[in-house]
């Protein structure tokens, strides 16, 4: 499997705390990009962020630890990135997700 030197990156903000159906949404997530064929994901842990709500989420103060920011980037083609934000969009109920031109440069996996 290859992908194109002309992809796309894929980012998804969320918080740690989101759930669909009872699972954290950034692991359900990865399952459907692995079950959709997608070249690969991966979740980051931010330590700090705010989004649309503008309330501030840290690692410094334990109250405010338990909701982390969560950053899920993947990449692959236009066309499959698109499709697979028409199949997850109905999961996500806040957050943010980008889409922005990727030059690869390889897509290696050992044999």
């Excluded at 999961?91 to 996996?109: N, P, S, W």
Aim: charge should be neutral; glycine fraction near 10%; include cysteine.
């Amino acid at each position: 499997m290859g992908i194109p030197r002309e992809g796309e990156l894929l980012r998804i903000f969320i918080g740690e705390n989101n759930k669909y159906h009872g699972r954290p949404l950034y692991e359900w997530i990865v399952l459907q990009a692995k079950q959709m064929g997608l070249a690969g994901a991966t979740v980051l842990r931010g330590m700090m962020g705010f989004g649309a709500n503008s309330r501030i989420h840290t690692s410094k103060i334990l109250r405010l630890s338990e909701d982390l920011p969560i950053i899920i980037e993947i990449v692959d083609t236009h066309e499959k990135l698109t499709q697979f934000l028409a199949n997850i969009d109905k999961a996500i109920c806040e957050g943010l997700a980008t889409l922005e031109k990727a030059d690869v440069q390889f897509y290696r996996c050992s044999k």
